[in-house]
């Protein structure tokens, strides 16, 4: 019910779905979809714990299957995250492209979790992500975004052709004034979760 209130107020027009940790049913035998207005909100399948490209395609697939069946404009969505390291959640850049590019071949928007570093946010750009978010630091750390310098590269290199490109803080946010810095930067938006969860 929280998190029901919680979009409500919030106004937000999509939500992400971690495909891979979501439990079917909680102990009450309620589904996460039960709580969501599925004309309201577009729902994007994320690949959140999934270690290498198989499992990451395999999760979004699944995702779009789930999201056709139930008639939701979501179902060619997809936010991929392809981890490389349990402790530290950072992306594995070369699982990350390689997915990037079997899913954009099977027709998904791919927002494209990665790292900060300038050089692999410009091929998952080439590879047809649709977004490329880098991390500001490790998920869930807090921490903010510890080199500016390298975003300012990614914002740079890829909205030299396309200043629409969007361009999305992912991880890391702790606080209010990381949010206006990554704006600051030129960043198109701030991925919140553990900041304000």
Known sequence: EVMRDSLAASECECV???VRRERLYDGEGRNILDFLDLDRYLLIPN????????????????GREI???LENGGANWVKLEVL????TLLPDPVATLEATERLVADGFHVLCYTSDD??????LKAAGATAVMPAGSPIGSGQGILNPNNLRIILEYLKADDPDYPVIVDAGV???SDVSFAFELGADAVLLNSAVA
């Not at 690949?47 to 699944?62: E, K, L, N």
Request: proline share 3%; with cysteine.
């Open 84 to 87: 490389g390291d349990s402790r």
């Open 67 to 69: 999201l056709e069946g």
């Open 174 to 176: 702790g606080t209010a």
């Open 118 to 123: 300038p050089i692999i946010a410009c091929r």
């Open 16 to 18: 992400t779905v971690a």
């Open 47 to 62: 690949t959140a714990g999934c270690y290498d490209a198989d499992t990451a395609v395999r999760c979004a697939r699944m």
